[in-house]
């Protein structure tokens, strides 16, 4: 399995960026995806989660109405769409799959991970 994320780059605040996150080696359809974040020197967080449909969707309080989650299971792809990008959205991003029907916050709980893409929003 793998999952390969990219889009990342330097914005400056206010602006936009889209993620992607390729898979490979898995039947897309049947995986819910998230996306999470770590920031320098702090923790791995919950950022956004997509079940396998795309009709469940939660975000992070931190980030609701500005991400926005997506999937194409045609293209076997998932998107974040990063809206008014803040100093502290800085950090690198990370897709990860779940193969339960549940959708799931806890990176404990999610089987397979990409490699991360960064992003840095500048003040």
């Known amino acids: 399995v793998q999952l390969q994320a990219f889009g990342g780059g330097l914005v400056q605040a206010g602006g936009s960026l889209r993620l992607s996150c390729a898979a490979s080696?898995?039947?897309?359809?049947?995986?819910?995806m998230g996306w999470f974040r770590q920031a320098p020197g702090l923790e791995r967080e919950f950022v956004a989660t997509?079940?396998?449909?795309?009709?469940?969707?939660y975000y992070a309080d931190s980030v609701k109405g500005r991400f926005s989650i997506s999937r194409d299971n045609a293209k076997n792809t998932v998107y974040l769409q990063m809206n008014s990008l803040r100093p502290e959205d800085t950090a690198v991003y990370y897709c990860?799959?779940?193969?339960?029907?549940?959708?799931?916050?806890?990176?404990?709980?999610?089987?397979?991970w990409g490699q991360g893409t960064l992003v840095t929003v500048s003040s």
């Open positions: 080696g898995l039947t897309f359809s049947s995986y819910n």
């Open positions: 990860a799959a779940r193969k339960s029907p549940a959708v799931a916050r806890s990176i404990s709980e999610y089987e397979y």
């Open positions: 997509i079940n396998w449909s795309g009709r469940s969707i």
